[in-house]
């Protein structure tokens, strides 16, 4: 038994490194190199970054962590209200096209709010001592605030991305019926459904998480070293269907554009030789009109 928790440990521990290394790296490229003229790379290359830190996060434990572990998640937590506005702004920016500049949002308060209320907690609680570099915690006293606070912010945090969920599929929805059906493929279809499978496969991770650790967190059930490796799992092979997917729709967008320049071309190159067809023929008939005029032009030369 002790082996096979063993073995769970070190697994857990392979897949936070695997999944954050790749989250990173797949950040790195979409914000420096795959870039988009509209600047929302910047906005997915975030939210991969996002999700490179919840791996790595994986990675700490009690005897490697710089601060008492709960008082480190409960600090990191507010960056995570991040992730659900930077995708609702990657969806809303795509489908509208919309060019300006990325900027501060409305949509980025609550996370400077629970942030700036997670600071005072910490700073203000009496439970916290410094000790050279590191933090930590009196076992002389209960948690406090902070501690309730750490225990509500998972909930909080569920409920943000429920309704980001209900506002991004309501807007895909909406923007679907709006689109005309026709049989050829576009650019637009491409980004379309590339918005509704990342969507997607964001839902699904978030509802196994919700089933699996959330719930039995509040439930007050013990959360076992096979459900986060289940969990932990899970979002990687969706970060490895989401790079496949996101590449075949980048070679598809591109044969399409190359298409689209091949036909441009073409067209343009039958107007020209219509009109060098028509320039010509107008050239001609001017010329056969002045061959049967000259001979007219003579005969009265002749007689006078």
Not at 76 to 102: A, E, G, K, T
Not at 249 to 257: G, K, S, V
Request: glycine share 6%; hydrophobic share 45%.
């Amino acid at each position: 038994m002790n082996e096979f928790n063993d073995f769970l440990s070190q697994s857990y521990w392979w897949l936070s490194l695997l999944g954050g290394l790749h989250c990173i790296g797949l950040g790195l490229y979409i914000r420096y190199i795959y870039r988009e003229g509209n600047g929302n790379h910047k906005l997915l290359g975030s939210i991969f970054s996002l999700m490179a830190l919840y791996f790595f996060t994986g990675m700490l434990n009690r005897d490697n962590s710089p601060a008492p572990i709960h008082l480190l998640f409960t600090l990191i937590i507010p960056v995570y209200f991040l992730l659900m506005p930077l995708l609702y702004l990657y969806c809303y920016r795509s489908l509208h096209n919309i060019r300006r500049p990325i900027r501060f949002s409305k949509h980025f308060y609550l996370a400077l709010i629970v942030a700036v209320i997670v600071l005072t907690a910490s700073l203000i609680s009496k439970n916290i001592t410094p000790e050279t570099s590191l933090i930590s915690l009196s076992k002389e006293t209960r948690l406090g605030y902070l501690g309730q606070l750490g225990a509500l912010l998972p909930g909080l945090l569920s409920l943000q991305t429920a309704t980001y969920f209900f506002l991004i599929i309501r807007m895909l929805t909406k923007h679907r019926g709006r689109t005309p059906n026709v049989h050829q493929e576009s650019l637009r279809d491409i980004k379309f459904r590339w918005l509704l499978v990342l969507t997607f496969s964001m839902m699904a991770n978030w509802l196994i998480r919700t089933v699996l650790v959330i719930l039995p967190f509040y439930f007050g059930d013990q959360i076992s070293d096979l459900t986060q490796v289940f969990t932990r799992l899970a979002l990687l092979l969706t970060i490895y269907i989401l790079a496949i997917y996101g590449l075949q729709q980048i070679t598809r967008a591109a044969y399409l554009r190359g298409r689209l320049t091949i036909n441009s071309n073409s067209s343009n190159n039958n107007i020209n030789k219509a009109s060098s067809q028509l320039l010509s023929s107008e050239e001609l008939s001017y010329l056969h009109q002045l061959l049967k005029e000259d001979p007219k032009k003579d005969q009265v030369d002749h007689k006078v």
